[in-house]
C-alpha cells in the first residue's frame, strides 16, 4: 500500500528540513537529535573502523519531511540509527538521514499487545512506556542504545531457543521508498516484500515506523555463573530449559561464564547477598554496559552444529590467536522466514568474537570466518566479515527473491552504497 505526502505537507516540510552539515536546523527550531559528524564532517561508526565523509546529514522531523527530503535528492541516501554496526553499511558520500527527530511511540495497542513505533526511537526509550501499559517486547539484545528501525534491518537479536530476532517481531512497517511515496507492508499487505524488508539493511528505503508485537510486561531473574569449558558440552539440553541462556568463553582463563534470564513473579531485587543475580522488569534486565569500543564478527550455524563449531573456534584461537582476552560469546536463535536472516528456515546457534577497536583484529577475524565457513555460518549484518554477492547467495536460499524486489522498490539504485553493491552484487 502506496501513500503520497500532499502538496501543503511537501510545502511545510521544505521550509523546516533544510539542516546544515552540522546537524543543526536553520529554522531555528531546537531539536533532540545528536550531531552524528564531529567538526570535520565525518561520520564514524561505534568502533571508530568505519569512517565516512556525507556531503550532507539531515535529521528530518516528521515522515511527510523524510518523504521530501528523499524524493527530492539525487545523491545516493543511507539511513544510520546509532552507527552501532561495524561494516559499511552505513557509510555514504551523498546523504545521511538520521531519524533522531523521528521517534517516540505513535500507538499501543492493549488487545493486540502491539505497539507501533517511529523508526528513529533507541530501544532503551521504550520500555517505561510500554511497562506503563502492560506491556514488554519479547525478546532483546545485549545492548539497548539501538535505533528500532537499525537493529531491525540487520537481525539483532538477544539469546532463547524459541526466540527469533528483533526483526521477527515486527508486524507492520512503513518505508519511505526512493519516489518518496510510503509503502506500508505486513503478512497482509504486501506479505512478500514484509517477508524480506524485516531485514533489509537499509537497501529498500528509509523504515519510518514499525509495528512490533509485544507480550504482557514480565520480570526477569538474571543468574550468572562460571564453570569449566566442558559446561559448554551441555548448552543446547541446558538452553532448552531456560528461556534465555547465553554463554561467554574466556579464552585468557579458558572457562566459560553463563548467565540465564527467566520470568518471575518476584519483587524487583539486587539480590545482595547472592553474587550476580537480580531480578528485575525486562527491558531492565536484558541491556549490559558496553563502553569499551571493540569490533565483532558473529555468525550463526546450525543450532545442532554450535557446540561443535564452537569448540574449533576455541582450538583456533588458543593455538592461533593467545593474545585475546576478548570472549567468545554463544547465543540460541529460533529459525524464522524472513529472506536475509541469519536464522532463516534455520534454528541456530551464534557465535561471536570480538577483539578491542584499537587492536588489529583482520587475522583473528579471516581464521575465525574460515571456521565458521565449515559450518555452513551466514554472517551478522552488522558485524564484521568479508563475505561478498557470490558466497553469500549460497547461504541465503531466498538471495535472488530479496534482489528482486530490491531492484523492484529502488530501480536507480538510490539507497546503494559501495559496500552494499559488492555485499548485494547489484
Ligand atoms: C555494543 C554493541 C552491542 C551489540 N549487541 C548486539 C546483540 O546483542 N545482538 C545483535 O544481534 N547485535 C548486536 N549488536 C549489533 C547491532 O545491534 C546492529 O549492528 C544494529 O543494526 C545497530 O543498530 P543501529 O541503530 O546502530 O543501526 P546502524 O548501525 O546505524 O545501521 C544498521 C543498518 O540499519 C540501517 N538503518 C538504520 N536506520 C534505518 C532506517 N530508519 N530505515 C532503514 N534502514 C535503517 C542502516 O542503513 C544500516 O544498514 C551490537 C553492537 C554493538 C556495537
Known amino acids: 500500500m502506496i501513500s503520497r505526502p500532499n502538496t501543503r505537507e511537501r510545502e511545510q516540510s521544505r ?76 557509510a555514504t558520500d551523498g546523504l545521511l538521514v538520521c531519524l533522531d527527530d523521528i521517534a517516540g511511540i505513535v500507538a499501543i495497542s492493549k488487545d493486540k499487545q502491539t505497539a507501533t513505533i517511529r523508526g528513529g526511537s533507541k530501544i532503551h526509550d521504550l520500555g517505561p512506556t510500554l511497562r506503563d501499559a502492560g506491556l514488554a517486547t519479547i525478546n532483546q539484545g545485549d545492548v539497548d542504545v539501538q535505533s528500532i528501525a537499525g537493529a531491525v534491518s540487520t537481525g539483532t537479536h538477544g539469546t532463547g531457543p524459541s526466540l527469533g530476532s528483533m526483526s521477527t517481531a515486527v508486524r507492520s512497517m512503513r518505508i519511505v521508498l526512493a519516489s518518496g511515496d510510503v ?22 528505503g528509509v523504515i519510518s515506523e514499525v509495528e512490533l508485537q509485544l507480550v504482557p510486561a514480565y520480570r526477569l531473574h538474571q543468574r550468572e555463573w562460571k564453570e569449566g569449558v566442558s559446561g559448554a558440552r551441555s548448552f543446547i539440553s541446558r538452553s532448552n530449559q531456560n528461556r534465555h541462556l547465553e554463554f561467554f568463553w574466556s579464552p585468557a582463563r579458558d572457562v566459560v561464564y553463563l548467565k540465564s534470564l527467566n520470568p518471575t513473579d518476584d519483587e524487583p531485587s539486587d539480590l545482595p547477598d547472592q553474587k550476580r543475580e537480580l531480578i528485575g522488569h525486562s527491558a531492565d534486565v536484558f541491556p549490559s554496559i558496553r563502553e569499551d569500543p571493540f569490533n565483532e564478527l558473529e555468525f550463526a550455524v546450525p543450532a545442532a552444529k554450535g557446540v561443535e563449531c564452537f569448540q574449533e573456534i576455541r582450538k583456533m584461537m588458543r593455538e592461533r590467536h593467545e593474545e585475546v582476552f576478548w570472549p567468545v560469546e554463544v547465543r540460541t536463535l529460533a529459525a524464522d522466514d524472513i529472506d536475509l536472516s541469519p536464522a532463516f528456515e534455520r534454528d541456530s546457534v551464534t557465535l561471536s568474537v570480538h577483539q578491542a577497536a584499537d587492536l588489529p583484529s583482520d587475522k583473528l577475524f579471516a581464521d575465525a570466518q574460515a571456521v565458521f565457513a565449515n559450518y555452513g555460518g551466514r554472517p551478522h549484518w552488522g558485524k564484521f566479515h568479508t563475505l561478498e554477492a557470490r558466497e553469500l547467495r549460497d547461504l541465503y536460499p531466498n538471495w535472488d527473491n530479496f534482489l528482486k524486489i530490491r531492484s523492484r522498490l529502488d530501480p536507480s539504485g538510490k539507497f546503494a552504497n559501495p559496500y552494499l553493491r559488492v555485499l548485494l552484487g547489484a
Do not use: M
Request: charged residues 25%.
Open 15 to 90: 521550509s523546516a528540513s533544510t539542516p546544515e552539515r552540522s546537524g543543526q536546523r536553520t529554522n531555528g527550531v531546537d531539536s533532540g537529535h545528536r550531531n552524528i559528524v564531529d567538526r570535520h564532517g565525518t561520520w564514524s561508526n561505534f568502533s571508530g573502523r568505519v569512517h565516512a565523509q556525507p556531503s550532507r546529514v539531515c535529521y528530518p522531523r516528521s515522515e511527510t519531511e523524510l518523504q521530501t527530503l528523499v524524493r527530492d535528492t539525487r545523491e545516493n541516501v543511507r539511513a544510520v540509527g546509532t552507527g552501532h554496526s561495524c561494516t559499511p553499511l552505513c
Open 183 to 204: 509503502l506500508e507492508c505486513s503478512s497482509d499487505v504486501e506479505p512478500e516484500i514484509f517477508k524480506a524488508a524485516r531485514v533489509s539493511l537499509g537497501a529498500f
